[in-house]
């Protein structure tokens, strides 16, 4: 009887190099002593294998599955699960145009358009330089700056067409581009292993502010007792405006409108057909 082992078959994939395996076998020790529960640390791990290769690659699922007690299909899975984890190689800057309905109809739509013909590449394809992946992308919370570009997920707000050309020209070129908030920018490899949870060794990257804007902050305000910055006014209200709601209708959408096809005192008076 020979000895053979039943069990989960793993995914071939080719070793790292000895020195590769042992240095991300220290940092993942470091990561997984965070979490009562090592498996926990999936995320941040496929994190860190991204940034030692650009994408997570068969080689990457396989050193994850082996340090958490895996199965490479538990960890496949969570990769395809998640749009953070590229699976094939890209470029150093990932640049995403948010496409979602408010950034699209204030230009993202025209901006991703425009960056697929500069760059002469398709939805998640690379330039050939290898320099930038273009993609387009979800909402980014940050639709009170659409249209929205992120580079490496550091937001490039209230983009045109011509400013989100210059800014795949300046990266193509290695010119130094700043974020309109956060930290400076880095390569995707280096964006990976700060989001693994390994700090931010460059100066003043912590510090770098972030806030959202104020539209995005209302919710907040009113949660802690603050006043709304503005309000609606009612369009029957007559005289001064009242911050009490108007009695019979709670939105003014509700509201039926005078317009000049049904009020005679409009302004613009009664619409008539020619020859009336
Ligand atoms: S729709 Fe683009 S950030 Fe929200």
Same mark, same amino acid.
């Given at each position: 009887?020979? =000895?053979?082992?039943?069990?989960?078959?793993?995914?071939?994939?080719?070793?790292?190099? $000895?020195?590769?395996?042992?240095? #991300?076998?220290?940092?993942?020790?470091?990561?997984? $002593?965070?979490?009562? =529960?090592?498996?926990?640390?999936?995320?941040?791990?496929?994190?860190?294998?991204?940034?030692?290769?650009?994408?997570?690659?068969?080689?990457?699922?396989?050193?994850?599955?082996?340090?958490?007690? #895996?199965?490479?299909?538990?960890?496949?899975?969570?990769?395809?699960?998640?749009?953070?984890?590229?699976?094939?190689?890209?470029?150093?800057?990932?640049?995403?145009?948010?496409?979602?309905?408010?950034?699209?109809?204030?230009?993202?739509?025209?901006?991703?358009?425009?960056?697929? @013909?500069?760059?002469? *590449?398709?939805?998640?394809?690379?330039?050939?330089?290898?320099? *930038?992946?273009?993609?387009?992308?979800?909402?980014? $919370?940050?639709? +009170?700056?659409?249209?929205?570009?992120?580079?490496?997920?550091?937001?490039? +707000?209230?983009?045109?067409?011509?400013?989100?050309?210059?800014?795949? =020209?300046?990266? @193509?070129?290695?010119?130094? *581009?700043?974020?309109? @908030?956060?930290?400076?920018?880095?390569?995707?490899?280096?964006?990976? @292993?700060?989001?693994?949870?390994?700090?931010?060794?460059?100066?003043?990257? *912590?510090?770098?502010?972030?806030?959202?804007?104020?539209?995005?902050?209302?919710?907040?305000?009113? $949660?802690?007792?603050?006043?709304?910055?503005?309000?609606?006014?009612?369009?029957?209200?007559?005289?001064?405006?009242? =911050?009490?709601?108007?009695?019979?209708?709670?939105?003014?959408?509700?509201?039926?409108?005078?317009?000049?096809?049904? +009020?005679?005192?409009?302004?613009?008076?009664?619409?008539?057909?020619?020859?009336?």
């Amino acid at each position: 009887m020979s =000895d053979v082992t039943l069990g989960m078959p793993q995914l071939p994939a080719p070793d790292y190099p $000895a020195e590769v395996r042992a240095r #991300l076998e220290a940092d993942a020790r470091e990561v997984i $002593a965070r979490y009562p =529960d090592s498996r926990s640390a999936l995320l941040p791990l496929l994190h860190l294998v991204q940034s030692e290769e650009g994408h997570v690659t068969r080689t990457g699922v396989r050193f994850c599955a082996e340090v958490l007690d #895996l199965t490479t299909a538990e960890v496949t899975a969570v990769v395809t699960f998640y749009t953070m984890y590229r699976r094939k190689p890209s470029g150093d800057y990932q640049v995403g145009v948010c496409t979602n309905t408010l950034c699209a109809v204030m230009g993202g739509d025209a901006i991703f358009e425009e960056l697929q @013909r500069h760059l002469e *590449v398709g939805n998640g394809e690379t330039t050939e330089d290898g320099k *930038v992946t273009l993609e387009h992308i979800e909402c980014n $919370a940050a639709c +009170d700056f659409a249209p929205v570009v992120m580079v490496n997920w550091e937001f490039f +707000d209230n983009q045109t067409v011509d400013s989100a050309k210059r800014l795949v =020209d300046d990266l @193509r070129a290695g010119r130094t *581009v700043e974020p309109t @908030r956060g930290a400076p920018l880095c390569t995707y490899k280096e964006t990976a @292993r700060i989001l693994a949870g390994f700090p931010d060794p460059r100066p003043g990257a *912590v510090e770098a502010g972030g806030a959202a804007g104020p539209a995005s902050l209302v919710g907040l305000r009113l $949660a802690k007792g603050e006043s709304a910055p503005g309000r609606v006014v009612s369009p029957r209200s007559s005289g001064a405006p009242s =911050d009490e709601p108007p009695a019979s209708h709670p939105s003014s959408h509700d509201a039926p409108q005078r317009t000049s096809a049904s +009020d005679p005192q409009h302004p613009s008076g009664p619409v008539t057909e020619e020859g009336e």
